[in-house]
């Protein structure tokens, strides 16, 4: 005891010193501002009373002749005079270093000694056996108070920053004696103990608020997360355990609403719960005990959403660190939970996190004030994530299609009720993923049972419909809103686009049933079909997607639509060349002869569709372009195919004679007959089109007239020319050059016409 006063004495006389020389030094620096200031006042009360001229006794009254005239010299005005600028005292650079030196940094290095001064003092203390170790914890105990009411005293004169000093190491000396009197000398029970430390914190936290000092309330942080480790007995406890740290979370967050500028213990509190609970859960979780594990997640979780929610309602900025915060725990807290439940049900973690997305949006609706929209904009995409995330382990294929269908659409109907433009892009996000599940899980693209079967009725079409119902949904609710037009055009295009898949994958299984059970020519026979048949559906759809498009003024659906009757083009005329059998082959009297008409035939109404609406529509001309290009392209296709496959079935026909040399000779001649007539049905196909031209006024069917005679001329010059026979030779080129001098003359001809005449203007050439 002796030599624990004789170790204490100085310190408290150091301190004491330290104390005094502060007071004296800011007292007489307040006498010294005091005194210039009131010397500065004097001299400009003085100077003003001394310049201020007498005002004069006897004033002229103004005449009734002139009332308004007044003798400026008969009212005295006071001349302004201007003070002389105070001379403001010389910088105190160096004062104030030396007060931050002496009066802050000091006190933190000085408490930060004490406390290992005392540390070490004890331990020698205790290696020597001076004294009982119930006194060593009630030196403790009553050095930690004395530091704490001397704090009390110092900060009641105004030294806040020495008190803050003072309790600091209070706080520290007190949760040292209390863990020294279970861990090293077991003089009290573990609940015992843990109560005292519980008690500590309470008083750090509490000490903190007081004295507005951070630094003590993260020293009560910590005392009280590391109060569990410190007393640890190796038995596992998770209801006191987590209890306890539910109660300091309380109390900790509680000063964090108190003292919102306090972000850093928001922060650490954060740190300090979940690596408390993952460090349990490696170490003693028992799936025994799911139920209650679930039950402190939620609670360690809700806390600090409740905290965001309060911190809103009273006006704090939702800055930032509380971002973070917020997007950790939402992280921290979906983690926890898949790890505790996906190993029992991941069902049960999925509706877990939806309700935790719930959670949120009641956060958001019913307890958003329009004070900061940060707030709604973090906490409602949490929201989106946690349901997605959700209803990714409660459901599965087109069911899970179906979730992120609805969460979409809800998504965008919030985003126009609550004014959340944000939500547009949650909403498109997640409709974009409900798509790419759609055409990305087992039959979204191809029944794999196809035996099983059954068109429209089944599962793919109800995905596909909600999916496109979401999307019109959404589209129809941005209309009303604020989105932007992109936006909006993407919601419909989407929608369209996965109607036109529909009926494209829809299509096709139920040609896969036609197709099933054949083999050998019938299966190659109605493959070709097929594709045809496919050609022709998106021709049809194509052009109902205009039509509705251009009719309702929808420029996505008749772009959509634009598409998809280029598709069915194309792939018509990619078949159209050719047949697969030409030896049963009808000429004209075919599938492919009626699916190329009507293919022509509806882009040729296209055209006319866009030419119609040109006043109404944007970019018509590019529309009616592409349209009546398909139109000519698919004849071409017909008309070449048709052509070639009437020889190709002789040739087929003839190769099954006998006699060798005259199988080749006729082969031979049929070749060179099918390569002219080929070149023939061009030039007259190339001189409709530029008489039709002509007749229209059309710059571009007479475009299309003039490359198709480049493609004949080069067929003409470098394969006819190399491989047909001399007649046949001689009659190409005389055709050729006939029929390129007739449009030649033509252009000459009427030049003035066709130069004075707008492109798509409807009249005959006189």
Known sequence: MLYLGLFLLPLFLLGALVFFIVRATTLQRRVTDLEFRLDVLERSVSGLQV??????????????????????????????????????????????????????????????????????????????????????????????????????????????????????????????????????????????????MSVVTALSLSQAVYYNAIAVGVLGWAGGFLTPWMLNTGSPNEIGLFTYIALLTVALLGLVVRK??????????????????????????????????????????????????????FGRSFDAPRIIVSLLNAAMGCIAVAVVLSEESEAGAGWTMVGMAAVYV???????????????????????????????????????????SVLSAAAAWSATRWKYVHLNIVSLVVLCLAVLELVGVRGGLMTADIEAFSPVFNDRTLGFAVVIIASFAAWRSLVTGEASTPMRSTFLSIGVSCLALLITVEVNDVLRVWRLSLVGDEMTQRWFHSVLILAATWAITGTAFVWTGLRLRFRPVWIVGIVVLGVGVIT???????????????????????????????????????????????????????????????????????????????IVLIGSTDDVSLRQATVDALRDQQQLSVSGIWLVYSVTLMVFGFLRASRGFRVMAIVLFGITILKIFLYDLSFLETLYRIVSFVALGVILLGVSYAYQRYKHVLLGVPSGQKGAVS
């Open 51 to 196: 310049q201020l001229p007498e005002p004069s006794k006897k004033a002229k009254q103004p005449t009734k002749s002139s009332p308004a005239s007044v003798s400026s010299s008969s009212v005295p005005v006071p001349v302004p005079v201007s003070a002389p600028a105070p001379a403001f005292p010389p910088s105190r650079t160096r004062e104030e270093w030396e007060a931050f030196v002496g009066g802050k940094l000091l006190n933190r290095i000085g408490a930060f000694a004490l406390i290992i001064g005392v540390g070490l003092f004890l331990k020698y203390a205790f290696d020597n056996n001076w004294i009982s170790e119930g006194v060593r914890v009630a030196i403790g105990g009553v050095s930690g108070i004395l530091c704490l009411a001397g704090a009390y005293q110092t900060h009641r004169r105004g030294f806040a920053v020495f008190s803050q000093g003072l309790v600091g190491a209070g706080i520290a000396i007190l949760y040292v004696s209390v863990y020294s009197s279970f861990n090293y000398y077991a003089l009290v029970p573990q609940w015992v103990a843990f109560i005292l």
């Open 260 to 313: 919102p500028e306090w972000v850093l213990l928001e922060v650490l509190t954060l740190a300090g719960v979940w690596i408390v609970y993952f460090v349990w859960h490696v170490e003693e979780y028992d799936v025994d005990a799911m139920t209650l594990t679930m039950f402190f997640v939620m609670v360690f979780w809700g806390a600090f959403v409740a905290t965001d929610t309060a911190l809103h309602r």
């Open 362 to 404: 009641l956060a958001v609706v019913f307890l958003r004030p329009p004070a900061d929209g940060r707030y709604a904009k973090i906490q409602s995409t949490v929201s989106a994530a946690l349901a997605l995330f959700g209803c990714s382990l409660v459901y599965s294929d087109f069911s899970l299609v179906i979730s992120w």
């Open 572 to 650: 018509a005329i990619l078949r159209g060349f050719a047949v697969v059998l030409p030896d049963i082959h009808v000429p004209l009297l075919n599938m492919r002869t009626g699916i190329l008409v009507l293919t022509a035939l509806l882009s040729a109404y296209v055209g006319r569709t866009f030419a119609f609406h040109q006043h109404d529509q944007g970019a018509w001309k590019e529309g009616y372009a592409i349209a009546s290009i398909g139109a000519a392209v698919t004849v071409f296709s017909l008309l070449t195919g048709e052509t070639r496959d009437v020889f190709e079935r002789s």
